[in-house]
């Protein structure tokens, strides 16, 4: 099976290291320097201080002519639009997985109806260190779920049994994206506005309360079938997250676009749906694009 | 007249440097070095860039037996206490200018009643180089408001014009308070947790929004006879203090206890009598005691 990668980032690039042994696999990159990087030295996967060298195939994606079985999507979940635009590029792929943050981009993917669309998400923690290094700094796995039609190649993945690196089949994809929103929507923003790692928030009692002050407010907009889980999942997450920093408190850093449009922007529009007013995380949301605003300016 | 000043931070040292030209003047200060190093070197006065050396009395509090008519007490609002139980020492003054932040101390100082008392605000920038250098940042003024008693030896203040350090008598201390209290819940810990200056309030849209968010939030329990007035002033205050860092941030960023108790805990106080709940006030605090117990594991 053949198994094309949209998307150079972390996750990308983890995906393409665990995928190498078993499949080809072909990773599409934006600039083309990254494309050549990987193919001139291969990719590296650095894993309890270890470093493996991985050879696969890379190109840029806008040149691209996918003939892959099997697509995953890795970009930002603000970068969705763009691939869907240029869908006839991966027209013969009969299965594409989406792993993005939030919800919001779901609804874009109604124009991929004829194919097998899988959403999911990735709980494994993974730093890119340069083009072709990435860091698995966190072993956990991805969860994956039907959007339209079937599993397709997909289901292939969790019957394989990679070690360090397990696909899950789950039914009910909302309750996948939510369980995930939950935790994004929490551990994000707040470590990226407080400049503290994961595990910071259950260290200093102040921030476990900021913790549960947020959840308290998430969950009258999210749907939660038993809210001690959700609340406990989140906990985990830092215990098992606790010496890395979050997605969101990396992209200020670095003066990324952050994904919070996907994140709390995604609540907020909840809220506004169902009439509850969350000024929690309106107030986070605005002092993430306050910095990112700023992190701009800087840049 | 002789004019004790009780707290040798930036208050009490710009206090200090412009009513000695008119007054015999003594610091009351935490540490002994500080007073030897005041009583040795003088005080130095640094504005628009000018340093001016001004001699002056100094020595520890503690080990103090004042006789002067008129005593600032300057110190932070939660050493007030402390103050209060050695009021033996000013026992011979007969009027006491309390100028701390927030309203909790106002209660304190009901043992003082034979005294006259007057509750004050500083609307001054002062920023303390070190134990014998402060800076004045930015020119205001002291409001000055009668709390038990008549103005006594502090009513000549006003009367003085002080170049670039007016007084101002007010008449009800508890607008003049709550006035600032309303500056300070909003400034103080905002710039501290987004870690910027009080002009990036403004400049920054989403930070604005926040700013606009948490004054919705506190006025519905700080009395406010106009609010657009009151909105007005936090807008003012940011502009004519743009470059300069809050108390709060100083305090945070040089790891020292900030004023949190005295400001939003004041709020929250406030919330739970009126039976308001304020989410941005609860969560702000839980913040700003997350990143004061943080600094001091570091520390």
Not at 24 to 49: D, F, I
Not at 129 to 153: C, M, N, P, S, W
Not at 230 to 240: F, G, L, T
Request: hydrophobic share 45%; with cysteine.
């Amino acid at each position: 099976m053949k198994i094309g990668i949209i998307g150079g980032g972390a996750i990308g690039l983890l995906l393409a290291a665990y995928l190498s042994d078993e499949y080809e696999v072909t990773v599409y990159t934006r600039r083309s320097l990254q494309a050549q990087r990987l193919m001139r030295e291969g990719l590296r996967l650095v894993k309890r201080g270890e470093t493996k060298c991985i050879s696969l195939q890379a190109m840029p994606f806008t040149k691209a002519d996918i003939s892959d079985d099997l697509v995953f999507v890795t970009v930002k979940q603000y970068d969705v639009a763009e691939i869907i635009n240029r869908q006839n590029q991966f027209d013969r792929a009969e299965t594409v997985v989406f792993l993005q943050n939030g919800m919001g981009h779901v609804k874009r993917l109604s124009s991929l109806t004829k194919k097998n669309v899988i959403v999911g998400t990735v709980e494994h923690g993974a730093l890119k260190h340069d083009d072709h290094t990435v860091e698995h700094t966190g072993i956990g796995k991805i969860v994956l779920a039907r959007l339209y039609g079937a599993f397709g190649q997909a289901a292939n993945l969790a019957k394989k049994n990679i070690p360090d690196f397990p696909f899950e089949i789950a039914n009910d994809w909302e309750s996948v994206l939510v369980k995930k929103l939950i935790v994004n929507a929490v551990i994000n923003p707040l470590t990226a506005l407080l400049r503290v790692k994961n595990g910071e928030l259950l260290k200093v009692k102040p921030y476990y309360e900021m913790m549960a002050l947020l959840f308290s407010e998430l969950k009258q907009v999210l749907p939660m079938e038993d809210e001690q889980a959700a609340w406990d999942h989140i906990v985990n997450v830092c215990e098992k997250t606790a010496d890395n920093y979050s997605s969101m408190f990396m992209d200020i850093s670095q003066q990324r676009k952050t994904e919070i449009d996907a994140i709390l922007g995604y609540v907020l529009e909840k809220g506004k749906e169902l009439g509850v007013p969350l000024p929690l995380s309106q107030f986070l949301f605005a002092a993430i694009k306050g910095m990112e605003e700023r992190g701009a300016e800087h840049g």
